[in-house]
Protein backbone atom coordinates (compact mmCIF):
# COMPACT_ATOMS: atom_id res chain seq x y z
CA UNK A 1 0.00 0.00 0.00
CA UNK A 2 1.75 3.18 -1.08
CA UNK A 3 2.38 5.35 1.58
CA UNK A 4 0.09 8.22 1.08
CA UNK A 5 -2.98 5.36 1.68
CA UNK A 6 -1.25 4.79 5.06
CA UNK A 7 -0.98 8.33 5.91
CA UNK A 8 -4.07 8.73 5.04
CA UNK A 9 -6.11 6.16 7.07
CA UNK A 10 -3.43 6.74 9.75
CA UNK A 11 -5.49 10.49 10.10
CA UNK A 12 -8.50 8.66 9.63
CA UNK A 13 -8.08 6.34 12.77
CA UNK A 14 -6.83 9.46 14.92
CA UNK A 15 -9.87 11.33 14.08
CA UNK A 16 -11.87 8.91 15.02
CA UNK A 17 -10.12 7.62 18.11
CA UNK A 18 -10.24 11.75 19.39
CA UNK A 19 -13.97 11.70 18.65
CA UNK A 20 -14.81 8.23 20.55
CA UNK A 21 -11.78 8.21 22.99
CA UNK A 22 -9.90 11.61 23.77
CA UNK A 23 -13.30 14.11 22.99
CA UNK A 24 -15.66 12.69 25.69
CA UNK A 25 -12.67 12.94 28.59
CA UNK A 26 -11.79 16.58 28.23
CA UNK A 27 -13.53 19.27 30.30
CA UNK A 28 -16.12 20.74 28.90
CA UNK A 29 -15.01 24.00 29.03
CA UNK A 30 -11.42 22.61 26.89
CA UNK A 31 -13.41 20.94 24.03
CA UNK A 32 -14.41 23.71 21.65
CA UNK A 33 -10.74 25.39 21.78
CA UNK A 34 -9.14 22.20 21.30
CA UNK A 35 -11.51 20.79 18.41
CA UNK A 36 -10.90 23.70 16.47
CA UNK A 37 -7.28 24.62 17.12
CA UNK A 38 -6.62 20.74 16.27
CA UNK A 39 -8.67 21.28 12.61
CA UNK A 40 -6.92 23.81 11.93
CA UNK A 41 -3.39 22.26 12.63
CA UNK A 42 -4.45 19.50 10.41
CA UNK A 43 -5.58 22.28 7.27
CA UNK A 44 -1.89 23.74 7.97
CA UNK A 45 -0.62 20.33 8.15
CA UNK A 46 -2.25 18.89 4.62
CA UNK A 47 -2.11 22.28 3.10
CA UNK A 48 -5.99 21.83 2.35
CA UNK A 49 -7.46 23.80 0.00
CA UNK A 50 -10.55 25.49 1.79
CA UNK A 51 -11.70 27.78 -0.81
CA UNK A 52 -12.64 30.17 1.68
CA UNK A 53 -11.35 33.05 -1.00
CA UNK A 54 -13.09 34.61 -3.78
CA UNK A 55 -14.34 33.47 -6.36
CA UNK A 56 -14.37 29.98 -4.33
CA UNK A 57 -15.91 31.88 -1.80
CA UNK A 58 -19.01 33.06 -4.05
CA UNK A 59 -19.74 30.00 -5.34
CA UNK A 60 -19.35 27.86 -1.75
CA UNK A 61 -21.87 30.63 -0.45
CA UNK A 62 -24.48 29.82 -3.06
CA UNK A 63 -24.01 26.22 -3.49
CA UNK A 64 -24.11 26.25 0.99
CA UNK A 65 -27.19 28.74 1.37
CA UNK A 66 -29.41 27.03 -1.16
CA UNK A 67 -28.97 23.61 0.74
CA UNK A 68 -29.33 25.21 4.15
CA UNK A 69 -32.42 26.55 3.55
CA UNK A 70 -33.80 23.22 2.41
CA UNK A 71 -32.02 21.28 5.15
CA UNK A 72 -33.54 23.71 7.91
CA UNK A 73 -36.81 23.65 6.32
CA UNK A 74 -36.50 19.38 6.62
CA UNK A 75 -35.53 19.59 9.99
CA UNK A 76 -38.58 22.54 11.24
CA UNK A 77 -41.20 19.92 9.38
CA UNK A 78 -39.78 16.60 11.20
CA UNK A 79 -40.94 17.65 14.44
CA UNK A 80 -44.37 17.33 13.07
CA UNK A 81 -43.92 13.86 13.15
CA UNK A 82 -44.96 12.22 16.88
CA UNK A 83 -41.79 10.30 16.88
CA UNK A 84 -39.49 12.61 16.38
CA UNK A 85 -40.81 14.79 18.84
CA UNK A 86 -40.57 12.11 21.38
CA UNK A 87 -37.03 11.38 20.67
CA UNK A 88 -35.84 14.98 21.30
CA UNK A 89 -38.09 15.15 24.72
CA UNK A 90 -35.70 11.80 25.37
CA UNK A 91 -32.55 14.42 25.28
CA UNK A 92 -31.94 16.59 27.64
CA UNK A 93 -30.36 19.83 26.33
CA UNK A 94 -27.52 21.72 27.51
CA UNK A 95 -28.33 24.17 30.29
CA UNK A 96 -26.53 27.09 28.60
CA UNK A 97 -28.56 27.42 25.16
CA UNK A 98 -26.75 30.32 23.72
CA UNK A 99 -23.55 29.09 23.98
CA UNK A 100 -24.74 25.64 22.47
CA UNK A 101 -26.04 27.29 19.76
CA UNK A 102 -23.19 30.29 18.76
CA UNK A 103 -20.40 28.64 20.00
CA UNK A 104 -20.41 25.36 20.27
CA UNK A 105 -22.12 24.31 17.39
CA UNK A 106 -20.23 26.61 14.65
CA UNK A 107 -16.94 26.39 16.34
CA UNK A 108 -16.69 23.17 18.26
CA UNK A 109 -18.56 21.06 15.67
CA UNK A 110 -18.55 22.82 12.41
CA UNK A 111 -15.75 23.98 11.64
CA UNK A 112 -13.68 21.82 13.80
CA UNK A 113 -15.40 18.76 11.75
CA UNK A 114 -15.64 20.03 8.38
CA UNK A 115 -11.63 21.72 8.45
CA UNK A 116 -11.00 17.97 9.78
CA UNK A 117 -12.83 15.98 8.14
CA UNK A 118 -13.67 17.24 4.51
CA UNK A 119 -10.99 19.95 4.28
CA UNK A 120 -7.67 17.97 5.83
CA UNK A 121 -8.53 14.25 5.17
CA UNK A 122 -10.76 14.97 2.85
CA UNK A 123 -8.08 16.39 0.85
CA UNK A 124 -5.25 13.39 1.40
CA UNK A 125 -8.05 10.55 0.79
CA UNK A 126 -8.67 12.09 -2.74
CA UNK A 127 -5.02 12.43 -3.18
CA UNK A 128 -4.36 9.05 -2.01
CA UNK A 129 -7.40 6.94 -3.49
CA UNK A 130 -9.32 9.63 -5.76
CA UNK A 131 -12.00 12.36 -5.15
CA UNK A 132 -14.77 9.00 -5.61
CA UNK A 133 -13.18 6.80 -2.99
CA UNK A 134 -11.37 9.28 -1.15
CA UNK A 135 -14.61 10.52 -0.40
CA UNK A 136 -15.91 7.49 0.60
CA UNK A 137 -13.21 6.79 3.07
CA UNK A 138 -13.45 10.51 4.32
CA UNK A 139 -17.32 9.79 4.53
CA UNK A 140 -16.76 6.54 7.05
CA UNK A 141 -14.50 7.96 9.06
CA UNK A 142 -17.30 10.78 9.72
CA UNK A 143 -19.48 7.87 10.12
CA UNK A 144 -17.17 5.78 12.84
CA UNK A 145 -16.44 9.13 14.74
CA UNK A 146 -20.22 9.40 15.73
CA UNK A 147 -19.88 5.93 18.06
CA UNK A 148 -19.54 8.06 20.82
CA UNK A 149 -21.84 10.61 20.64
CA UNK A 150 -24.61 7.97 20.01
CA UNK A 151 -23.68 5.99 22.75
CA UNK A 152 -23.99 8.77 25.07
CA UNK A 153 -27.30 10.02 23.56
CA UNK A 154 -28.77 6.18 24.39
CA UNK A 155 -29.11 6.16 20.37
CA UNK A 156 -28.69 2.99 17.83
CA UNK A 157 -24.81 3.23 17.07
CA UNK A 158 -25.17 1.51 13.43
CA UNK A 159 -27.72 4.02 12.36
CA UNK A 160 -26.20 6.79 13.59
CA UNK A 161 -23.17 6.17 12.03
CA UNK A 162 -24.79 5.24 8.78
CA UNK A 163 -26.95 8.64 8.99
CA UNK A 164 -23.65 10.71 9.54
CA UNK A 165 -21.49 8.63 7.24
CA UNK A 166 -23.82 9.36 4.62
CA UNK A 167 -24.21 13.34 5.51
CA UNK A 168 -20.49 13.41 5.77
CA UNK A 169 -20.58 11.82 2.07
CA UNK A 170 -22.91 14.59 1.37
CA UNK A 171 -20.76 17.13 2.70
CA UNK A 172 -17.71 16.24 0.42
CA UNK A 173 -19.41 16.23 -2.42
CA UNK A 174 -20.64 19.77 -1.84
CA UNK A 175 -17.01 20.47 -1.00
CA UNK A 176 -16.02 18.75 -3.98
CA UNK A 177 -18.66 20.46 -6.68
CA UNK A 178 -18.12 24.01 -5.04
CA UNK A 179 -14.28 24.27 -4.24
CA UNK A 180 -15.20 25.63 -1.06
CA UNK A 181 -15.60 24.64 2.15
CA UNK A 182 -18.03 27.25 2.66
CA UNK A 183 -20.74 24.89 1.28
CA UNK A 184 -21.21 22.16 3.70
CA UNK A 185 -20.58 24.46 6.47
CA UNK A 186 -23.28 26.35 6.14
CA UNK A 187 -25.13 22.71 5.64
CA UNK A 188 -23.97 21.40 8.27
CA UNK A 189 -24.31 24.67 10.12
CA UNK A 190 -27.97 24.53 9.03
CA UNK A 191 -28.61 20.64 10.44
CA UNK A 192 -27.16 21.49 13.01
CA UNK A 193 -28.74 24.65 14.56
CA UNK A 194 -32.02 24.07 13.09
CA UNK A 195 -31.96 20.90 15.49
CA UNK A 196 -30.98 22.40 18.26
CA UNK A 197 -33.67 24.88 17.73
CA UNK A 198 -36.48 22.26 17.19
CA UNK A 199 -35.27 20.01 20.15
CA UNK A 200 -34.75 23.34 22.61
CA UNK A 201 -38.59 24.23 21.59
CA UNK A 202 -39.95 20.90 22.16
CA UNK A 203 -37.82 20.56 25.31
CA UNK A 204 -39.79 24.10 26.14
CA UNK A 205 -43.23 22.71 24.69
CA UNK A 206 -43.21 25.73 22.40
CA UNK A 207 -44.32 22.90 19.38
CA UNK A 208 -46.96 20.76 19.94
Known sequence: ???SRIRTLSLAAVLVGWSGV???????RWKVPLHAALAGVLVAATDA??????PHLWRGLRTGLAVAGAASAAVASSTAVPAVRTGMRRRE????AASWTLVQIPIGTVW???AAFRGALGTMAARAFGPRLGRIVAAT???LAHVADARGAGEPVGLVVLATGVAGWAFGWLHDRSGSLAAPMLAHLAINEAGAVAALAVSRGVTG
Open 112 to 114: AEE
Open 141 to 143: SFG
Open 22 to 28: VAPRLPS
Open 1 to 3: MPG
Open 93 to 96: PPTH
Open 49 to 54: PLGLRP
